[in-house]
């Protein structure tokens, strides 16, 4: 279980993408071979971006209205929500430096 980021469903995704926050989603699924790999990196990143942005991630499968509203045709999908709106977003697992460097530029 992740210390940094925190599993929502799609009630509450909304909800805090809708308090105008920065929110960076890690959209998954169980079966997701790169998304198992990116999980741990996302953890250590999110660490160092705290105060920057609310980390959450999003089981696809259970949650698959969510990942329509936003067109995640492929995972791991992570997303950069500002002002209520998709900002960006980052397809398939990256390292830790790549990772830092994306979330650098867009929170």
């Given amino acids: 279980m992740s210390m940094n980021v925190k599993e929502t469903d799609a009630t509450e995704f909304e909800a805090l993408v809708a308090s105008g926050k920065t929110v960076v989603c890690d959209f998954w699924a169980a079966w997701c071979g790169p998304c198992r790999m990116l999980a741990p990196v996302l953890d250590k990143v999110a660490a160092q971006f705290k105060e920057r942005a609310e980390?959450?991630?999003?089981?696809?499968?259970?949650?698959?209205?969510?990942?329509?509203?936003?067109?995640?045709m492929s995972i791991p999908y992570v997303a950069v929500f500002r002002n209520g709106a998709l900002k960006t977003q980052n397809i398939g697992y990256c390292p830790e430096d790549v990772l830092k460097e994306f979330l650098e530029k867009n929170i």
């Fill in 55 to 72: 980390f959450v991630k999003v089981n696809i499968d259970e949650n698959g209205e969510i990942a329509e509203k936003y067109s995640v």
